[in-house]
């Protein structure tokens, strides 16, 4: 966690210290951790007193800020679906609508992932936010490796590229990394985000044209 999201202040209550820490960082109140490390007594009741707190956000702060985003687009899609924190850049989609975030072949939950990463695109913020739901991503994992080999045999029969549809960063190097250790095919990924995609290649089509 750096400097900038740990901040000490003096203060009158551990509410007015959540709600400044809040405002500062654009958060919920119920976002930020405070801890009293001074507290200075009122003098014979003419001044109220003074507290000292540490505050710093209860998680990465660039997930707490794409968690209250993307609760404010879903709840423009009134949708059932809550938000919560999944590891240190993963927010998971829980909930009876999730299967409509999901979507076909994962399309809407790619294309919110990639929103909400570009929403934050050039701010002072590390960390790539990514969506997940209910164990969607280990699913998709699974297709994508079965989706690799089969576009493995199918250049290898065809004796030609096979292109792959449009995939998102993490979705690529699952395909790159199914087939990494094969001698008879190699990948690459061509084109511009978001319709940047996969190609299988034959490894005897280099051999052909090295000769």
Known sequence: ???????????????????LAAARWSLNPEDVL???IEEEKSFFGFLGRKLTVHVKPVAPLGLLKGKKVLNEMLGYMDLDVETLDQDSNTLNLSGQDAGIIIGKYGETIKSLEYLLNLIFRGMDISTKIRLD???????????????ALSAARKALKRDKPTYLEPMTSWERRVIH???????????????????????????????KRNR
């Open 1 to 19: 966690m750096s400097d900038q999201e740990i901040l000490v202040l003096e203060v009158a209550s551990v509410e007015e210290a959540r709600s």
């Open 34 to 36: 405070v801890k009293v």
């Open 133 to 147: 739901s209910d164990g969607y991503r280990d699913r998709r994992v699974a297709s994508l490796q079965r989706l």
């Open 177 to 207: 990394m199914t087939l990494k250790e094969r001698s008879d095919v190699e990948t690459r990924s061509v084109g511009e985000e978001p319709t940047r995609k996969v190609i299988v290649c034959p490894s005897s089509i280099r051999a």
